[in-house]
């Protein structure tokens, strides 16, 4: 027997799952390990895996979503049993809602010894179902190899997903595995010829208002070029979805409208269509039911089209449809580079917007989490230097933070679409009550030394919930009702947090402050927190006429309620 085959046959299954994962180009793991998980740790040395501890489930799981946005393949995460799975839950929720791909190796208790359901054993597969598309308990060592093969076919093509492997301890220990390699063989079926022929003769036809909704792989460039050429040759408006995945904008390409968050907004938006295309993602909804709303937001007498099913080649079938339209030599209309002025005065979310705009670099990745504090980033950010923005996906908060590490690790590691390696900095735009899901995520920025600068919007309030308080009509909402949305009684102190980790921090009440502050973390490599106190956008009469500006805005005319819609949520 040779000495290579013995050994391949020495390797235990934690070295041979390790491989596999390498092998397929998965060289980022972001880990929360346990006992159950020490024979993959021991496995990392002498491995081309570079392993990232995270001090909390949740911060690992939104690590390594933000990381597949940026790189465009899995990361993978190690979480300790079942309960480490569920802590890290909400961000698996916002990746599968995001449709990245990811790769969760699972530790679990010993074959052997989970009939004694000691105090650690749990149904890992019924918590895993949530939010995997492949989920599989590896029987044996001599398997591990083959089946994490499998988790990272499945994780990588399309439609891009998640898989949970559940690894054994004496799975992981004993010896007998295997790496086995992956077949990442990309998927290039496109839209039906038919089909395309269907929705060109609809771009083309006269006189009937369309619009175009784009959502999660047609927000980079090459979808973004296309769908502006159609948009010159048949004159059909770009939206883009609520929440996409990976938004690439700023100057040098074109611009796309996002879909409002509030319901009767996106109704405005949406008003007077007669058919809307749709370029993967799904038909508007309203996020949640209102008594007497409605959910679907489509208008009633518009027709909808699906150009591409999610196991499609989305870029290719929409780039199929320039040609359809014949608007393969038309130039798209770009945005042209227009930073606004720095502000100045007492601070608000809308000024720090409008310094993002001002001072961010060429590259930068917006993590954004600012949910009412942000309203203004889409207008001052339009005509900024080019850059990406990630946003909150699955609606359940607690992302920012973690989607900011990943980013900044698949930003600077020369993965990505970037023709060559450019250094990218990470802002990280969060609310107060946000940033407190996943504060651990400190910890990690300064432990890996990321450039990421953490802006904490702090309104000291759950702003959105006072919102929906408001709009969802609750009856009899007092003192009581409203101190569970209230953070002021006891402030939080961002910047004790940030410098008891050794984060550069500091607090700042106005724009010039905010500018200075802004400007300096940018400059310096490195993390950096900036605690902005700022108002809560809406707060006062101002809170208590928004649900009647939103239930009239419906009733009055086009564009009135669109300039009344842009001046409210631009």
Known sequence: MSNSIMSIRKNNGAKALIKTLTNAGINTCFTNPGTSEMHFVAALDNSDMRAVLCLFEGVATGAADGYARIANKPAATLLHLGCGLGNGLANLHNARKARVPMVNIIGDHALYHKQYDAPLESDIETVARNVSSWIRTCPSTEQVGADVAEAIEVAHKAPQQISTLILPADVSWGEGGIAAEADLSPVTDIAAATLIKQISAVLLTRGKKTAILLGRRV???????????????????????????????????????????????????????EHLIIIDTQEPVSFFAYPGKKSYLVPSKCSVHHLVGIEQDAVGSLQALVEAVGAGDVEPKCQPADRPALPSGKLNAAKVCQAVGALMPENAIISDEAQTSGLKLPIYTAGAPRHDVLTLTGGAIGQGLPVAIGAAIAGNDGEGTTAEKVHRSVIALVGDGSAMYTIQSLWTMMNE??????????????????????????????????????????????????????????????????????????????????????????????????????????????????????????
């Not at 296309?226 to 770009?238: F, H, R, Y």
């Not at 929906?468 to 910047?495: C, H, M, N, W, Y």
Request: charged letters at 25%.
């Open 449 to 570: 030394n990321l450039d990421v600068t953490v802006v904490i919007l702090n309104n000291r309030s759950y702003a959105i919930l006072n919102i929906e308080l408001e709009r969802v009509g609750a009856q009899g909402a007092g003192p009581k009702a409203k101190s569970q949305l209230d953070l002021s009684k006891t402030p939080i102190d961002f910047v004790a947090m940030a410098k008891g980790m050794g984060m550069p921090a500091e607090t700042v009440t106005t724009a010039e402050a905010f500018n200075d502050a802004l400007a300096r973390a940018i400059r310096e490599p490195g993390p950096h927190l900036i605690d902005a106190i700022v108002p809560s956008e809406y707060e006062g009469l101002k809170l208590k006429f928004l649900p009647h500006v939103l239930s009239a805005i419906g009733k009055i005319p086009s564009p009135i309620a669109k300039a009344l819609k842009k001046k409210l949520a631009p």
């Open 219 to 273: 927000l980079l460039e090459d979808g973004l070029i296309a769908a502006s050429k159609i948009s010159e040759k048949t004159g059909a408006k770009l939206f883009c979805e609520v929440f996409p995945t990976r938004l690439e904008r700023g100057a040098g390409l074109p611009y796309v409208e996002r879909i409002a968050y509030l319901a009767e907004m996106a109704a405005v938006q949406l008003r007077g269509y």
